[in-house]
């Protein structure tokens, strides 16, 4: 059974430009969420999917969005970089949204670089 | 709010060494899970176990082994007979469970282990 796949894995792009992650969840899987890892914050919580509506949004602001797709494929966008954007970037899916129910199972990551 | 603590930064150990990484959790829930992941340098976070705050059964699995403690809040993971392999950055985590409660996890900022041949 495959992973959670995320693409790019690398990016470099430059203050000002914006750019689209994408993230394919494990097959069945029909919430994803999205982390930001960077070394001074930590893991944080970025947003939720399930069945293509935002359920849980962390404390971000607007220039980060997402969405989610009928096959349960999402994506998100990070518009207006800025360079303490540059992190790594992990999708995570899960069966559903009820933490009881559900473990989430984490991608590779895409690592973006802001210049 | 929720809040996970890692007090261990950086553990060095000798192969063959066991090892316990430390976490301990801040909730006002009553029903919470909590998590523990390992991320190797490919950057993949791996689970490795989740334990509800109802189960205080402490588990054994191979080399692994976790200590769940509510009465200190408590979290603790232990490898026994540390491998080479077991080199990574380990992090806990904690999911709220209750009315309204979404699968959101809050980590804390993980431990680096390194074990040397």
């Known amino acids: 059974k495959a992973g959670v796949t995320q693409t790019p894995r690398y990016l470099i792009k430059t203050r000002g430009q914006q750019v689209t992650l994408s993230c394919s969840p494990i097959s069945g899987h029909r919430s994803v969420s999205w982390y930001q890892q960077t070394p001074g914050q930590g893991l944080q919580f970025l947003f939720e999917y399930f069945s293509e509506t935002q359920r849980n949004k962390g404390n971000f602001p607007g220039r980060f969005s997402g969405r989610q797709f009928s096959n349960s494929r999402s994506e998100m966008n990070v518009s207006t970089l800025e360079l303490g954007d540059s992190a790594l970037y992990l999708c995570a899916s899960s069966l559903t949204t009820s933490p009881g129910e559900n473990i989430q199972y984490f991608g590779a990551g895409t690592r973006l670089s802001v210049l | ?117």
């Open chain 2, 1 to 117: 709010a929720q809040k996970v603590t890692q007090a261990q930064t950086e553990i060095s150990v000798v192969e063959k060494e066991d090892v316990t990484l430390d976490c301990v959790y801040e909730t006002r829930d009553t029903t919470y899970y909590l998590f523990w992941y390992k991320q190797p340098p490919s950057g993949e976070l791996v689970f490795l176990i989740r334990r509800n705050s109802f189960d205080e059964q402490n588990e054994i699995s191979g080399r692994y082994s976790w200590n769940f403690q509510k009465s200190t809040s408590s979290f603790n993971f232990t490898i026994t007979a540390s491998q080479v392999v077991d080199s990574a950055v380990y992090f806990c985590a904690l999911s709220e469970a209750g009315a309204g409660a979404n699968s959101k996890l809050t980590f804390g900022k993980g431990i680096t282990l390194s074990v040397r041949p």
